[in-house]
């Protein structure tokens, strides 16, 4: 499969080109790689790692975005353990929709011991399967000030 610019109606590419509103902006950027807060039932930190090109599995990422992808997805992770300081950050590749695959995308996401508990004790895949049929949206200010906090540790604390 040959990955595209843009897919007109897939929600990555949408938040991507601005068609779309993304509470919180781009948190950091690098040359294939944009890093911003999740969309949807996931707890307050949670990030998405997506591609710029509208891809939809590994194999198809070009390789200098595939190499450029292992630096992205280890300072997402760090910076979540300097902001949130969580029991774990989870790091989980998405893909599948409901009958096809969708732009690929990684769910970075801190695990704080309050999350577990208000789902009963879960974790891993249970604790996200758990999240992602609530109603639940991180209200809009706290996902702003924290994308704002994030963009912060990526301009003066990662490297």
């Known amino acids: 499969m040959t990955a595209v610019n843009d897919v007109a109606g897939c929600l990555g590419c949408d938040l991507l080109a601005g068609r779309r509103e993304l509470p919180g902006g781009i948190i950091h950027q690098t040359d294939h790689w944009v890093v911003q807060h999740v969309l ?3 707890n307050l930190g ?6 710029r090109l509208h891809v939809v599995s ?16 280890r300072d997402a992770s ?17 893909s599948h929709g409901e ?26 895949e249970q604790l996200q399967a758990a999240m992602m049929v609530t109603d639940y949206e991180a209200p809009r200010k706290q996902v702003e000030a924290f994308s704002e906090r994030a963009r ?8």
């Open 40 to 42: 949807g039932p996931l």
């Open 46 to 51: 949670t990030l998405i790692v997506a591609p």
């Open 58 to 73: 590994v194999a198809d990422l070009p390789i200098d975005a595939a190499e450029e992808l292992g630096r992205v997805l």
């Open 78 to 94: 760090r910076m979540l353990e300097a902001l949130c300081e969580p029991e774990q950050v989870y790091v989980c590749q998405w």
């Open 99 to 124: 009958s096809a695959r969708k732009h690929l995308h990684f769910v970075v996401q801190p695990v704080a011991a309050d999350v577990v508990r208000a789902y009963g004790g879960r974790r891993s």
């Open 152 to 159: 912060h540790w990526f301009r003066d604390d990662a490297g």
